[in-house]
């Protein structure tokens, strides 16, 4: 059984980056990382990575901060509050709305990612041709991790 509030990254990936928490996408992914982050338990995943950081500057949290909050032991409702209340940029629900479309629906960016994300997409899924976003790409990424067939 996965015990969400300590997650094992060396065991099973975080939740998908396309839940959503408040209607933030990637915040219940990024909780499973910071989470388990603190607990020494991460495995290959990073705290902040990139895409954390996509989210920290669009709230305006830093991500030291977000790691003392979820040291706290707080619940995804509670982070979910302890974020709005901590947001440095305040954002109504119609921008979060537009912003999480935006980052689930992302490519890779510049032609050197483009060149990166082809390669790990014929290294963990030959011949797949539906593999077109960051979330997709991620998705890919953590079922292979785990003895998944791309």
């Known amino acids: 059984m996965i015990n969400f509030s300590a997650p094992d990254l060396t065991q099973h990936p975080p ?10 996408v990637h915040l219940p992914r990024l909780l499973d990382k910071a989470r388990a982050f603190v607990a020494g338990k991460h495995g290959a995943y990073t705290y902040p990575c990139p ?9 305006g949290v830093s991500a030291d901060a ?3 909050a979820v040291r706290s032991g707080k619940s995804d409702t509670q982070m979910l ?3 709005r209340e901590n947001m440095s940029i305040p954002r109504a629900p119609h921008e979060i709305l537009a912003w999480s479309e935006w980052l689930q629906d992302m490519a890779p960016g510049d032609p050197r990612r483009h060149g990166n994300f082809a390669t ?3 290294r ?3 011949g797949r041709e539906d ?3 960051t979330f997709d ?3 890919l990424d953590d079922f292979t991790s785990f003895g998944g067939q791309g």
């Open 15 to 24: 939740r998908s980056p396309r839940v959503r928490l408040g209607g933030f």
């Open 51 to 59: 895409m954390d950081e996509r989210l920290f500057a669009f709230v």
């Open 66 to 68: 977000f790691l003392d």
């Open 81 to 83: 509050a302890w974020l």
């Open 120 to 122: 790990e997409i014929e």
């Open 124 to 126: 963990m899924a030959p």
């Open 131 to 133: 593999i077109v976003t």
């Open 137 to 139: 790409r991620l998705e």
